[in-house]
């Protein structure tokens, strides 16, 4: 089972990124996916998550309206689009995949290795 992140760098506030999220190994069809961020020196927080079948998606209220989760069963992808980006949002950031499209990490089993978005003002 593999997680790869990959479409972080350095953008300034108000800019846009789309982070990618690539599986091999296992049936990425069967798990619901999410994202998570870790700034420095705060502990790991929920920012988006999708089911399975990409019918259901939930956002924290940080991100909603700014940020987007997609996936590509095809071809074993998740996204997040990230809009409107302001310097509070840098951070490192996890792909993760689980039982269940939900904001806690009790539900993930399977986590990339993260990756870095930093935004400037």
């Known amino acids: 089972v593999q997680l790869a992140e990959s479409g972080g760098g350095l953008v300034q506030a108000g800019g846009s990124l789309r982070l990618t999220c690539a599986a091999s190994?296992?049936?990425?069809?069967?798990?619901?996916m999410g994202w998570f961020r870790q700034a420095p020196g705060k502990e790991r927080e929920f920012v988006a998550a999708?089911?399975?079948?990409?019918?259901?998606?939930s956002y924290a209220d940080s991100v909603r309206g700014r940020f987007t989760i997609s996936r590509d069963n095809a071809k074993n992808t998740a996204y997040l689009q990230m809009n409107s980006l302001k310097p509070e949002d840098t951070a490192v950031y996890y792909c993760?995949?689980?039982?269940?499209?939900?904001?806690?990490?009790?539900?993930?089993?399977?986590w990339g290795q993260g990756t870095q978005v930093t935004v400037s003002s």
């Open positions: 999708i089911s399975w079948d990409g019918r259901s998606t």
């Open positions: 993760a995949a689980g039982r269940g499209a939900y904001g806690s990490e009790d539900y993930y089993d399977y």
């Open positions: 190994g296992w049936t990425f069809s069967n798990h619901a």
